[in-house]
């Protein structure tokens, strides 16, 4: 059973699956941080190029499948299949919302 997601989260999901970089920044905030592999990248330029840069690579696609409140994270666990050693995963991915946008999405395993 898919969880139920806010409206940015489950939009960032779908865009990315969709390989929608275009579609995937509008649920981020203009000067939103991304961290993942240890990596920061701020803003849509650069979230937009790391989304391109890792559907290229990896051609991730991920289905949550948890959905908790940490603190001020949301924080959702997804089953990541795709291209790379160990595939599929389980990942962590806490977001930060404000306005009804991701200001801060870090991905870890």
């Known amino acids: 059973m898919t969880p139920n997601l806010p409206p940015a989260i489950a939009g960032y999901f779908a865009a990315a699956n969709a390989h929608d970089g275009a579609a995937?920044?509008?649920?981020f905030a203009p000067d939103a941080l991304v961290v993942d592999e240890q990596q920061d990248?701020?803003?849509h330029a650069a979230i937009r190029?790391?989304?391109a840069h890792a559907?290229?690579?990896y051609q991730p696609l991920a289905v949550p499948v948890s959905i908790a409140t940490i603190e001020d994270d949301i924080v959702v666990t997804a089953t990541v299949s795709g291209n790379f050693p160990g595939?599929?995963?389980t990942l962590r991915f806490a977001f930060r919302l404000s306005g009804g946008l991701i200001v801060r999405l870090e991905i870890t395993v």
Do not use: D, K, Q, T
Request: charged fraction near 30%; charge should be positive; aromatic fraction near 6%.
């Open 24 to 27: 995937m920044v509008r649920h």
């Open 41 to 43: 990248r701020r803003g």
């Open 49 to 51: 190029e790391w989304e």
């Open 55 to 57: 559907h290229a690579m």
């Open 87 to 89: 595939s599929p995963a």
